[in-house]
């Protein structure tokens, strides 16, 4: 699975810049050139890993459901099972969270995202079905483990997209011919 986040592009690319990462106001237009570099970096990561058809993990905060929606059908026009772990804690561990790390967004802005997010939660159990899981975060732990059960329960489940179905028959033909190498 391939991780896509462009804040791991955003926060480099802050860092190569020698911009603030408590992103002060009047860093405003250099930091948006970055997070513009981050998100056309991360367009072309995607792109490449879609061609391949490599398995996806696309980390973002899940504020802008349309947004989501589209990647989805996207994904589903191509082949691609789509599923939701949603990793949900409350405002108050998401407002100490963001003072506790290096890059802090505003108060407001976290406050703003986090109930945007959590308006969500029902119209993504309706986008995704059986396919969405929530993994709880709000008390300090790792959760890593958590998520990946939830990950590995999506993978080992056999694809039920018939366009996904039929791109790995197509390949397993070309393979078979020798078109294809290991």
């Known amino acids: 699975m391939k991780i896509l986040?462009?804040?791991?592009?955003?926060?480099?690319?802050?860092?190569?810049?020698?911009?603030?990462?408590?992103?002060?106001?009047?860093e405003k237009q250099p930091r948006d050139v970055a997070r513009d570099r981050a998100?056309?970096?991360?367009?072309?990561?995607?792109?490449?890993?879609?061609?391949?058809?490599?398995g996806l993990i696309?980390?973002?905060?899940?504020?802008?459901?349309?947004?989501?929606?589209?990647?989805?059908?996207?994904?589903?026009?191509?082949?691609?099972?789509?599923?939701?772990?949603?990793?949900?804690?409350?405002?108050?561990?998401?407002?100490?969270?963001?003072?506790?790390?290096?890059?802090?967004?505003?108060?407001?802005?976290?406050?703003?995202?986090?109930n945007d997010v959590q308006k969500n939660i029902g119209k993504f159990q309706n986008l995704f079905g059986g396919n969405f899981r929530i993994v709880d975060n709000t008390v300090y732990k790792p959760i890593a483990r958590e998520v990946q059960k939830a990950v590995n329960k999506f993978v080992r489940k056999p694809i039920y997209n018939p366009i996904g179905k039929q791109w790995i028959e197509n390949a397993k033909a070309l393979k078979k011919a020798g078109f294809i190498k290991k």
């Open 5 to 26: 986040n462009s804040d791991d592009h955003f926060e480099r690319l802050l860092k190569d810049a020698g911009l603030d990462s408590k992103m002060p106001p009047e």
């Open 39 to 54: 998100k056309e970096l991360t367009t072309f990561q995607r792109r490449n890993f879609v061609r391949g058809r490599l």
């Open 58 to 114: 696309i980390d973002g905060t899940g504020k802008d459901y349309d947004k989501i929606t589209n990647q989805a059908r996207q994904l589903e026009a191509l082949g691609y099972d789509t599923h939701m772990i949603f990793v949900n804690t409350s405002l108050d561990v998401a407002l100490q969270r963001n003072a506790e790390r290096p890059r802090k967004l505003a108060e407001p802005l976290v406050v703003q995202s986090w």
